[in-house]
Each structure stands twice: as C-alpha cells, then as structure tokens.
C-alpha cells in the first residue's frame, strides 16, 4: 500500500483543508483570518504561502473550487472571497 505524507505547519483553528490535485496544493482557512496554500507537500521545498481575508480573529472556512477554476471561501463576518489560484 501507499503511505500518506505528513504535513507539518502550524494552522490555528484549521478548516477542513481542499486539495487541488492539478496544482499539487492544499488549501486550508485558519480561525486568524488566513487562508493557507500548502505547496511541495512533505518534500524539503515544502512551502506555506498565506493570504489574509479580514481580521485576525476572523475564522476562514473551508475553501472549494467552482467550474472556473477559483478558489471560494467564506469567513464568519460573512464575506465570500473567491480568489485566482495558485496565489
């Protein structure tokens, strides 16, 4: 069998995470109001890139793709972000 890769970033209060199979990314909203690309996953490139969307203590949900290909996410103060990705 396959063995699973191990990610190790500190992500508070993390989202459930959405993997982009195309771009080998993983996408994971934060309760700090950041919205985390996990790229070369449990490789030594491995690379956490954050954009910030409101506060620091608004929670980011869990991020999806549409048909377009854009990442949307909500945060608790009620505002949905659709982003171009990767960021």
Not at 7 to 12: D, K, Q
Not at 15 to 23: A, L
Not at 25 to 38: E, I, N, P, W
């Given at each position: 069998?396959?063995?699973a890769?191990a990610?190790?970033?500190?992500?508070?209060g993390a989202?459930?995470?959405?993997?982009?199979?195309?771009?080998q990314?993983?996408?994971?909203?934060?309760?700090?109001?950041?919205?985390?690309?996990?790229s070369?996953?449990?490789?030594?490139?491995?690379?956490?890139?954050?954009?910030?969307?409101?506060?620091?203590?608004?929670?980011?949900?869990?991020?999806?793709?549409d048909?377009?290909?854009?990442?949307?996410?909500?945060?608790?103060?009620?505002?949905?972000?659709?982003?171009?990705?990767?960021?």
């Open positions: 069998g396959s063995t890769a990610v190790s970033v500190a992500v508070a989202s459930i995470p959405y993997f982009d199979g195309n771009g990314r993983l996408y994971v909203g934060s309760a700090d109001g950041k919205l985390h690309q996990l070369g996953i449990g490789t030594p490139s491995q690379a956490d890139t954050t954009v910030t969307l409101g506060s620091t203590t608004t929670a980011v949900g869990s991020p999806n793709t048909a377009t290909g854009q990442l949307n996410v909500g945060t608790d103060d009620g505002t949905i972000y659709s982003l171009v990705i990767p960021y």
